[in-house]
Structure formats: structure tokens, C-alpha cells
């Protein structure tokens, strides 16, 4: 397989796992402890869910490692990968690369506590019959610690998004915006999670078109120009 290939395929499945995380997920009323909060928490979709959306944060990565591979080997389409336009695209791809690694690691260390740690409380809620114990999700949630490197990890996730859609533009794809759809939804994957079920799979909906977009567009990148092929 080469590179543009597995590229487009790390940026597709991200996606996919983008939005499968809200469409998996359970939704249950979270504003007061009931049986059924705590059984959504201990249900096998929540964990599930919740890996999903770890695993389209970790596919990040290599996808935008593959993109910067493309770039560097191949150059922009408008210059054949000598111009100036070629070196400021690996350029933004590489620290894209690294923000969205570093990024991806901060956040996986929440969610971790959100699929086991509430899981746990739940289960423990169930078999003890003492819905009392759910405030622990709360405290559990807001842990400073926990909290703070979560949104430092998605704040390096959006300048990732960002950084991927300028690489993609100054190499030159047609159309040149496409990576912003991704940088969208990217910079939102932090404020969406203070909305409901509809706003957060819509959300999800956008990051996995963003995906299918930079996929589309790497391989792109990997075909030789027309005017290279005409040479």
C-alpha cells in the first residue's frame, strides 16, 4: 500500500470514529442520579463509544504523518515540490503532526476516566443500589488535573486542524479549502462537548466529511501534475 493510500485510509477511519463516538453513545439525563444514568455509565456502548473517540484523536497522527510524507516526497502540485510553496506546506504538516500527537495523548489520559472510572462508579452505584454514589461523576469530571490537560490536549487537536488546512492549501489542492471543513470541525471538538445529542452528532458528521475531504485531497497530492505529465 503506499503512502497517499494508507494516508487517505488513516484520515477516513478517523472520521469514521469521529462519528461513530456520538452516534454510539448513550444519551441518558444526566441532570439527576437515576437507575438508568447509572446504566447507561456501566453499558458496553459507553465504553465503546468512548474508544471510538479515542480512536479517531490517536488515527490523527498518522494521517497527518502521512500527509507530511506525501508533501515532502511529492511537493505541491503548483510546483512540483520546489518552490517555496512546497517546503511552507511540510512545514505546517509537521508541527500539525506533533500538535495532534501531543494533543491526542493529553486527551486519551480523560477519556480513559470517562470510560473506566465512570463505569466503575456506576457499577458500584448498581450493585450497591445507592444512586448517592453517581456524584462521584461529577467530582471525577472536574478533577483539575484531569480537566486541564484535557483541554490543553483538545486545544493542540484544533491548531492541528488548522496547521493540516494551511499545509493543504499551500500545496495547492483544488479545491485550496480543503482542509478547512477538517480545521472546523477540529476546533470545535472542545466547545461541542458542552452541547446535546443533536449539536455533538453533527459535529461528528463534520469532522468525518472534513476527513473524507483531506483523504480526497492527499491522494490528489500523490498524482503527478498535468503539467509534470506533460513534461
Do not use: K, N
Not at 454510539?24 to 453499558?43: G, I, K, M, N, Q
Not at 503548483?78 to 495523548?105: K, M
Not at 478533577?143 to 493540516?164: N, R
Not at 483531506?214 to 500523490?222: D, M, P
Amino acid at each position: 500500500m503506499t503512502v497517499a493510500r494508507w494516508t487517505a485510509v488513516a484520515f477516513g477511519a478517523a472520521g469514521v470514529a469521529f462519528l461513530l463516538f456520538p452516534l454510539l453513545r448513550p444519551w441518558p439525563d444526566e441532570s439527576v442520579a437515576t437507575t438508568d444514568l447509572a446504566v447507561a455509565f456501566a453499558s458496553d456502548r459507553w465504553v465503546l463509544s468512548h474508544l471510538c473517540g479515542i480512536l479517531g484523536l490517536a488515527l490523527l497522527a498518522p494521517a497527518l504523518l502521512g500527509l507530511r510524507t506525501v508533501l515532502a516526497r511529492g511537493g505541491a502540485p503548483d510546483d512540483g515540490g520546489a518552490g517555496p510553496g512546497g517546503r511552507a506546506g511540510v512545514s505546517s504538516a509537521t508541527w500539525a503532526l506533533i500538535a495532534a500527537w501531543v494533543g491526542a495523548g493529553l486527551a486519551a489520559l480523560y477519556f480513559g476516566a470517562e470510560i473506566f472510572g465512570l463505569r466503575t462508579i456506576a457499577e458500584a452505584a448498581l450493585r450497591e443500589d445507592d444512586l448517592g454514589l453517581l456524584a462521584d461523576v461529577e467530582v471525577l469530571r472536574t478533577q483539575p488535573w484531569a480537566i486541564t490537560l484535557f483541554g490543553a490536549g483538545l486545544l493542540l487537536i484544533a491548531g492541528a486542524g488548522v496547521l493540516a488546512a494551511v499545509a493543504l492549501w499551500r500545496a495547492g489542492t483544488r479545491p485550496r479549502w480543503a482542509g478547512v471543513p477538517l480545521a472546523l470541525g477540529l476546533v470545535l471538538v472542545l466547545p461541542q462537548f458542552f452541547g446535546g445529542p443533536e449539536l455533538r452528532i453533527t459535529h461528528g458528521a463534520l469532522v468525518a466529511a472534513g476527513c473524507l475531504l483531506a483523504a480526497v485531497a492527499v491522494r490528489q497530492l500523490s498524482r503527478p501534475s498535468a503539467d509534470m505529465v506533460a513534461a
